[in-house]
């Protein structure tokens, strides 16, 4: 038997801690929480994606009565930015929640399906992306969505 150890670095630090960019990147993503259409689970998620070409796309959660016909903030933004800029790709991706018009005090991360998205857009772009999670205060910061999805499942598992 072979064993296969798995180790993810993730860098935590405050908001106020952020160099310019992020912190306007993280801005971005909780202006968005304010648009979202969450009135089922009343968890509001913004996500903000920087662009190769500097420009930032925003979006937010999408919820539907007929669950699961809803959509994720991260889905939604990353389906949007390859919709409208094809020929970009993602730098930086921020990720925020709200719950009854407080930002959450905990990190707020990507579903499952989410990641498994987001590993496709670094495939597509042919390199990783910074993935900034925030709660109210704190930042938990990952180089690469693969670092939250490994052994994830792409083109070259087709083979």
């Keep these: 038997m072979n064993v296969k150890t798995i180790s993810t670095k993730i860098r935590i ?6 160099d310019n960019e992020k912190k306007m990147l993280i801005e971005k993503a909780q202006e968005a929480t304010q648009k979202a259409y969450a009135p089922y689970s ?13 420009i930032v796309v925003t979006g937010n959660n999408q919820e539907n009565a007929a669950y699961p016909s ?9 389906f949007y930015a390859n919709a ?4 970009d790709r993602v730098v930086a991706v921020a990720i925020a929640a709200s719950f009854n018009n407080s930002f959450s005090r905990e990190v707020c991360t ?3 399906a989410c990641r498994q998205v987001m590993t ?6 042919g390199a990783p992306f910074k993935v900034l999670m925030c709660s ?19 083109a070259d598992s087709m083979i």
């Design 84 to 87: 409208q800029y094809p020929a």
């Design 42 to 54: 009343h968890y509001h998620v913004g996500c903000a994606v920087l662009l190769s070409s500097g």
């Design 136 to 154: 109210d205060e704190y930042v938990y910061e990952v180089d690469s969505a693969k670092d939250l999805l490994p052994l994830s499942f792409g």
């Design 110 to 112: 990507p579903c499952g």
């Design 120 to 125: 496709e857009f670094e495939n597509k772009g």
């Design 13 to 18: 630090y405050k908001i106020a801690e952020c």
């Design 70 to 78: 809803g959509l994720c903030a991260e889905r939604t933004t990353l």
